[in-house]
């Protein structure tokens, strides 16, 4: 087994669980309630020294509830411990504590409730690299998926911009080894989070005076300042999106969760409630254009925007107001004859 892609925000330690069941970590140590019939298995290799659990399968296990299957799907995003990682390599575990130090890898390497583990895509990039590699971008085997974790990108792309304010577009694919589209996506975004931050801790200031102040060169003003405006009306909607999220883990309907407020298609703020497996439905979306809906997807919950209301089996609008109190969206989520397959007004 292994983290699976996008569920790292679940990964259970040992003194995570004990606490879940209420056990003080020694006693866990010696009881051993994981080995109980129909415990869910650890996510962690059988002779790994720490052992890890997804939460919620041990949640539902511990509810007295149906324990939800992971994915079985291999994706470049998965997180392989020490001796998966050997095993993709098909090397040994002494080997690859050697391997694990080319500049290939040891940057992608992460830890997880203390546990190194590497990627997916950065093992897959290792042992099969593409031999011409001339008009490759540097450390970025041709052909290869992106060499940085998504959950690291913005961060590393952060560390470059801190060093150069009028950081290009190229420079962020040379350096980091990612996509085109990827750097696209992250640079414009996170020079806009930058602004809002200016303006917040100084309401007067403009955001054009802020994208000059923070040395952002003139011709990317117009794009970033646009994101700017995005991420400060996501600011504005986090506390009622988290206290709606809230309101649903109080009914059981979900496991307590920072909400994160995700910018769809550049512009629009939206975001996404994962919901416990024996919710009426996997997960919740707040899109500023729609308000609540029900989603199909626990691991992608938000999809991919078309510019058109998402609709089909399982889509369900639960208000015709943008912001409904916590109390409508719980109700809207139990009663399945409320709502719209449409958004009022689409």
């Not at 040992?14 to 140590?29: N, T």
């Not at 079985?72 to 390599?89: F, S």
């Not at 497996?277 to 991919?304: F, N």
């Amino acid at each position: 087994m292994m983290i699976r892609a996008g569920r790292r925000s679940f990964v259970q330690h040992s003194a995570d669980l004990a606490a879940a069941m209420g056990l003080k970590i020694g006693s866990f140590r010696n009881q051993k309630p994981y080995e109980q019939d129909g415990f869910p298995d650890t996510i962690s290799a059988p002779e790994a020294k720490s052992k890890l659990w997804d939460g919620e399968q041990t949640a539902a296990f511990l509810a007295g509830k149906q324990v939800p299957a992971l994915p079985h799907t291999d994706d470049d995003e998965d997180l392989l411990e020490r001796t998966e990682a050997a095993a993709a390599l098909d090397v040994t575990p002494k080997t690859w504590d050697s391997y694990k130090k080319d500049p290939r890898i040891a940057p992608h390497l992460v830890k997880v409730k203390g546990v190194e583990h590497c990627p997916r895509g950065i093992l897959r990039a290792y042992r099969d690299p593409v031999l011409d590699q001339d008009r490759a971008p540097a450390h970025r085997p041709k052909g290869s998926g992106d060499m940085v974790p998504r959950d690291e990108l913005e961060s590393r792309v952060g560390e470059l911009l801190d060093d150069d304010p009028g950081l290009t577009l190229a420079t962020v694919q040379e350096q980091l080894g990612i996509a085109y589209s990827a750097a696209a996506r992250v640079l414009p975004r996170l020079r806009g989070q930058r602004i809002a931050d200016e303006v917040a801790a100084e309401p007067d200031l403009t955001l054009e005076q802020a994208a000059r102040r923070l040395g952002y060169p003139t011709a990317v003003h117009r794009a970033v300042i646009a994101h700017a405006r995005t991420e400060l009306r996501g600011r504005e909607a986090r506390p009622y999106v988290q206290a709606v999220a809230d309101k649903l883990v109080a009914a059981s309907l979900a496991q307590e969760q920072d909400v994160a407020m995700v910018h769809v298609a550049d512009d629009v703020v939206a975001a996404a409630v994962v919901l416990s497996a024996d919710a009426p439905a996997p997960a919740l979306v707040w899109d500023e254009r729609y308000g609540w809906r029900t989603s199909t997807s626990r691991r992608h919950p938000i999809g991919w925007d078309s510019g058109h209301p998402p609709q089909g089996e399982g889509i369900r609008y639960l208000s015709p107001d943008q912001q409904p109190s916590g109390e409508d969206v719980l109700a809207a989520v139990h009663d399945g004859q409320r709502g719209t397959r449409r958004p009022t007004g689409a």
